[in-house]
């Protein structure tokens, strides 16, 4: 093993830095955290309105595959092409996911697989499972764009979204809280009783539901389940992070493949991200898009 339990030159003052920065970070994890539990204790109190749900499962998909297919899939491991406009939606709905900014993201996760489960991975659960999910957050790491990713950095749209993330955010909070407010009017209820509601479903439940699955694939595909590939790392394929995380929990697949924007390799594994990728180059919105080919694949089973 690369890493022992001691944690060697993991940086523990990285990005973000200082004391605010440790308390936003507390306050982002463990806020959704809090209101997931307050909102199972109403859910038992009172049946959940099934606006809440469906608030909540559109803002799931937007935030979600904002992270899969703009962060990841995108930015990350450039993995089709599109127009601006289309790039800059993906980039806005993945900072409704409250991660962090693109270049943060991207960068963390280039250092991922330039590191994998090996010294300065950011979240390898060779350091214990926690620290793979949420501790390495907690703990403040370290994002190096100049050496994980300095194209990033000349990016004029990505550094407009890294530097209008807290727009984004509050987007994020202010589109279910307005959908439900006005969705709880036209049901003759006042405005605030169901813009309420669905602030906690749509903004604050969803986020919770949205970092957790994200950070499964760090810890969990990391962790539990097959390698059909004899990559130089961890990677698992998880059945249920790839449903829940919308294809990421392929991650094996992944860590063999890296740009391939499809991590969904065979046909049962379910893959929405890849789906709707491909949604989008039948209608001529993306193009360039990376596959892995059979040969590639029959190559990459046999070492
Ligand atoms: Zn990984
Ligand atoms: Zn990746």
């Not at 250092?111 to 950011?122: F, N, R, V, W, Y």
């Not at 049901?187 to 009783?193: E, I, M, P, Q, V």
């Not at 740009?259 to 390799?265: F, I, K, R, V, Y």
Request: proline share 5%.
């Amino acid at each position: 093993m690369a890493l022992d339990a001691s944690r060697p030159n993991i940086e523990s003052t990285g990005h973000p830095q200082g004391l605010a920065g440790r308390i936003t970070i507390l306050t982002v994890v463990i806020v959704p955290f809090i209101a997931t539990l307050y909102a199972i204790w109403l859910l038992w109190k009172v049946a959940v309105d099934w606006p809440d749900l469906v608030i909540f499962a559109v803002m799931y998909l937007i935030a979600g595959l904002g992270i899969t297919i703009g962060y990841h899939r995108m930015l990350t491991h450039n993995g089709f092409q599109t127009y601006p406009w289309l790039r800059g939606a993906f980039l806005a709905a993945a900072g409704m996911a409250v991660e962090s900014g693109p270049i943060t993201w991207a960068s963390t996760h280039l250092k991922h697989h330039a590191l994998s489960d090996k010294e300065g991975d950011p979240h390898s659960p060779l350091e214990g499972l926690f620290h793979s999910h949420v501790g390495w957050i907690i703990d403040g790491w370290r994002t190096e764009p100049e050496k994980h990713g300095p194209w990033l950095l000349k990016d004029e749209q990505v550094g407009f979204f890294e530097r209008t993330f807290v727009f984004w955010v509050a987007l994020g909070l202010a589109i279910p809280f307005v959908v439900g407010g006005l969705w709880s009017m036209a049901s003759g209820a006042t405005f605030l009783s169901g813009a309420l509601t669905g602030l906690l479903w749509g903004g604050l439940v969803r986020i919770f539901f949205t970092h957790h699955v994200t950070w499964s694939v760090n810890s969990i595909c990391h962790t539990f389940g097959s390698r059909p590939f004899a990559t130089k790392d961890l990677s698992r394929n998880n059945v249920i992070v790839g449903v829940l995380a919308m294809g990421e929990g392929w991650h094996n697949n992944h860590h063999a493949f890296p740009n391939s924007a499809e991590h969904g390799l065979e046909w049962w594994q379910f893959d929405l991200s890849a789906y709707v990728i491909r949604a989008l180059e039948m209608v001529g919105l993306v193009w360039d898009v990376k596959r892995v080919t059979p040969e590639q694949l029959q190559r990459r089973l046999e070492n």
